[in-house]
């Protein structure tokens, strides 16, 4: 069911007048609707409608919220069997009671009644007191019923929005705060999901270490609050340049990034890697108190799981090239060498 669906239900169920048997009666002779409402006007938990163009009678049961309609079965216009059966086949209808009023006590008449989907059958003019009582009995089920539903309605309802804000909830705290990318909480949970998977399928995973290089210079020399930019540009950036769904940028901590490429080799890696170095090497960031230009750059570090045996050790030989790129003048990138 749609959430306009949802909404529907509920406002259909707050609208109908509290413990009231709102009937409509739809039938093409106005001296029997005279004759039923004299039976009903006493009545005080009653409240009656009449509808005497069968046409505009599922509208009018619809936009009065009724809870029984009594119907004719024999009407010029429009075949009462088949007038039931519309209102069977309309969504705000079909489960509104139905009690079929026939000028004839007939088995075959009752029987296809039911199967046509009434809910009740009563002989015209049938007596008051028994036609009140099924009224009633009628009215109460299907108040209950939609009761019932409208609670089921408003739980659903519940759950589906305390399932979006747990998704909400778990969404940030997967995510850095400051950058917007993932965090290292989230990394964690990547790369054991990803290594068992590789194991499993025996296919190759790739880390790639990355570092701003002389952050520390450009963090004292511009400013807080310039350094915050500069790793959310960073941030941006690497994710924007990372283009396969698989594959996940998060903040290692501090300066530090790092990158999971599933289902693919160091040769793979370095490739992705140099990506990353020209991308934010083309932001010209300017860093007049770096070391290795006049503009912020990365350090880079690639290792892939063949012939590893766990992640940590996977991480630790990414790590190590990552320390090699930024000894071998920084701004480059550094691959392990897989050993034979």
């Known amino acids: 069911m749609s959430d306009s669906n949802i909404k529907d239900v509920l406002e259909q169920s707050s609208q109908r007048i ?3 048997c709102i009937v409509l009666l739809v039938d093409d002779q106005p001296i029997i609707a005279e004759g039923i ?10 409240v009656f409608h009449y509808c005497e163009d069968p046409s505009n009678a599922i509208k009018m049961a619809a936009d009065i919220n009724a809870t029984v309609v009594l119907q004719d079965l024999v009407m010029p216009d429009i075949d009462g069997m088949t007038l039931v059966r ?5 969504m705000e209808t079909r489960n509104i009671p139905i009690i079929v009023l026939s000028s004839k006590e007939d088995a075959q008449i009752k029987s296809d009644a039911f199967s046509n989907g009434a809910s009740d059958y009563l002989v015209k003019l049938p007596d008051p007191i028994e036609l009140c009582a099924r009224i009633r009995a009628h009215s109460k089920s299907y108040s209950v019923q939609l009761e019932r539903d409208a609670a089921f309605l408003a739980l659903r309802e519940t759950q589906k929005q305390l ?7 778990q969404e940030l705290s997967s995510l850095d705060g400051l950058t917007g990318i993932a965090n290292r909480r989230h990394f964690d949970e990547e790369l054991g999901t990803e290594w068992r998977r590789a194991t499993r399928n025996k296919t190759t995973l790739s880390i790639i270490m990355i570092d701003i290089d002389f952050f520390k210079p450009y963090n004292d020399n511009y ?9 959310q540009d960073v941030a941006k950036t690497l994710k ?7 594959d996940t940028v998060a903040r290692y901590g501090g300066e530090e990034f790092v990158a999971i490429l599933p289902e693919t080799d160091s040769k793979g890696a370095a490739v992705v890697a140099e990506h990353l170095r020209k991308a934010i090497e083309s932001l010209k960031i300017p860093h007049e108190h770096s070391e290795s230009g006049q503009h912020v750059s990365i350090s880079l570090g690639v290792a892939e799981s063949t012939g590893l045996t766990e992640p940590e050790t996977l ?19 550094i691959v392990a060498k897989i050993a034979e």
Do not use: W
């Not at 409402?37 to 009653?46: F, T, V």
């Open 240 to 246: 924007e340049t990372i283009v396969r769904p698989a």
């Open 37 to 46: 409402r004299r039976m009903l006007e006493g009545e005080n938990d009653m």
């Open 223 to 231: 400013g807080h609050q310039s350094g915050d930019s500069c790793l």
């Open 315 to 333: 991480l630790k030989h990414a790590d190590k090239c990552l320390y090699e790129a930024k000894e071998s003048g920084r701004n480059c990138v």
């Open 163 to 169: 399932e979006e804000s747990n998704r909400k909830l």
């Open 86 to 90: 519309f209102f069977r086949a309309n």
């Open 18 to 20: 509290a413990n009231k």
